[in-house]
């Protein structure tokens, strides 16, 4: 038996919930923001759940893991009209949803069929997900499914119980949650509730990576090139690398501003981790312009993480970052790229 996939009564066990999920409808009467948190029996982790769907247009509950998760979810609501995909993508979380059958997985329809399961009608289908930085929506692991199922059956008792106290999720503090919280007796998990701090993950510093050779090498050159355009991106084109879980990669584009030609453009993965790769990004950069033999005077940019990022490579090189607001020809280039990826 593989233990990374839920067994048939683990998967039994899911399923069974969100059907009483369905019954309940609870983002009839709940908002996104109502948010509490459920500390996973097996690891102590806290999950905080949050109930979508009061516009009847994606009906899921999703489990935001730990306190990156958590960050992320209010990032994603501050963001309002500026969410982007990737913002999504990124947020460590869990999420159970109801689809149409034409988008579950084959692996999805395989386990319904095996547990004799059947839904009819558009919204009806259920789907669960694992969501990590970098890395394509994946299957649940044992682990996951089993704590899913424990978020899904806290979800329902935490909002029938809003009906007969509304107050239930209030605090006196914006970073104090309700937090679920179990404790085995009998061997059965019983479940109290808790007020939780939570703070914001703290910054934590990133090691910024610089090729020596390519810096000496850029150092023995005169200015060859005044202004380069430069920009980092995720793009939304899976790929199936050595693990089994396909990744989104990201894209160092480089550009000529005056002709609005691209000079180069590097591939790269979250892998180990996203701030590696950010923390690698100015090393590419400055292999890309060794191996043209380019050095410019001044690096522009639309993103404000790219120019910090580049900070270190450009006082080795004695260069000026320019953070502007628009960029024409490169976000034409980036559209181009783009559109070309897509049609692989």
């Given at each position: 038996?593989?233990?990374q996939?839920?067994t048939?009564?683990?998967?039994?066990?899911l399923?069974?919930?969100?059907?009483r999920?369905?019954?309940?409808a609870?983002w009839?009467?709940?908002?996104?923001?109502?948010?509490?948190?459920i500390?996973?029996?097996?690891?102590?982790?806290l999950?905080?759940?949050?109930?979508m769907?009061?516009l009847?247009?994606?009906?899921?509950?999703?489990?935001?893991?730990?306190?990156?998760?958590?960050a992320?979810?209010w990032?994603?609501?501050?963001?309002g009209?500026?969410?982007?995909?990737?913002?999504?993508?990124?947020?460590?979380?869990?999420?159970?949803?109801?689809?149409?059958?034409n988008?579950l997985?084959q692996?999805?329809?395989?386990?319904?069929?095996e547990?004799?399961?059947?839904?009819?009608?558009?919204l009806?289908?259920p789907?669960?997900?694992?969501y990590?930085p970098?890395?394509?929506?994946?299957?649940?692991?044992?682990?996951?499914a089993r704590?899913?199922?424990?978020?899904l059956?806290?979800?329902?008792?935490?909002t029938?119980?809003?009906?007969?106290?509304?107050?239930?999720?209030?605090?006196e503090?914006?970073?104090?949650?309700?937090?679920?919280?179990?404790?085995?007796?009998?061997?059965?998990w019983?479940?109290?509730?808790?007020?939780h701090?939570v703070?914001s993950?703290?910054?934590?510093?990133?090691?910024?990576?610089?090729?020596?050779?390519?810096l000496?090498?850029?150092?023995?050159?005169?200015?060859?090139?005044g202004t380069?355009d430069?920009d980092?991106?995720?793009?939304?084109?899976?790929v199936?690398?050595?693990?089994?879980?396909?990744?989104?990669?990201?894209?160092?584009?480089?550009?000529?501003?005056?002709?609005?030609?691209?000079?180069?453009?590097?591939t790269m993965?979250?892998?180990?981790s996203?701030?590696?790769?950010?923390?690698t990004?100015?090393?590419?950069?400055?292999?890309?312009?060794?191996?043209?033999?380019?050095?410019?005077?001044?690096?522009?940019?639309?993103?404000e993480?790219?120019?910090?990022?580049?900070?270190?490579?450009?006082?080795h090189?004695?260069?000026?970052?320019?953070l502007?607001?628009?960029?024409?020809?490169?976000e034409?280039?980036k559209?181009?790229l783009?559109?070309?990826?897509?049609?692989?």
């Open positions: 038996m593989d233990e996939n839920p048939q009564e683990e998967w039994r066990q399923y069974a919930v969100m059907d999920v369905k019954e309940a609870p009839e009467w709940m908002e996104e923001t109502d948010i509490f948190g500390q996973n029996p097996e690891t102590g982790v999950g905080f759940v949050s109930v769907g009061s009847g247009e994606h009906l899921a509950v999703a489990v935001y893991l730990g306190e990156e998760g958590l992320g979810f990032e994603m609501q501050f963001a009209p500026y969410l982007t995909p990737d913002m999504v993508l990124n947020v460590p979380q869990l999420q159970a949803s109801f689809e149409d059958r988008t997985h692996k999805d329809r395989d386990v319904i069929k547990l004799g399961l059947k839904y009819r009608g558009k009806a289908w789907q669960f997900q694992s990590a970098g890395l394509v929506p994946w299957y649940l692991t044992a682990v996951e704590f899913l199922t424990h978020a059956e806290q979800m329902l008792g935490v029938a119980r809003l009906e007969d106290d509304p107050e239930l999720l209030d605090t503090d914006d970073d104090e949650y309700l937090v679920r919280v179990p404790t085995k007796q009998d061997g059965t019983v479940w109290h509730d808790e007020r701090q703070q993950p703290e910054a934590q510093s990133t090691s910024i990576y610089l090729d020596r050779r390519a000496e090498l850029l150092q023995s050159l005169p200015p060859t090139l380069i430069v980092f991106f995720w793009t939304p084109v899976p199936l690398g050595e693990q089994a879980r396909p990744y989104y990669p990201y894209m160092l584009l480089l550009l000529e501003p005056g002709s609005g030609m691209i000079l180069g453009t590097e993965i979250a892998v180990p996203m701030e590696e790769m950010w923390g990004m100015p090393m590419k950069l400055g292999q890309m312009l060794a191996r043209s033999r380019l050095r410019p005077g001044f690096i522009r940019t639309t993103s993480q790219v120019a910090s990022y580049l900070e270190p490579l450009a006082d090189l004695n260069l000026e970052i320019q502007l607001d628009d960029l024409p020809n490169l034409n280039a559209e181009m783009m559109g070309f990826l897509m049609r692989q």
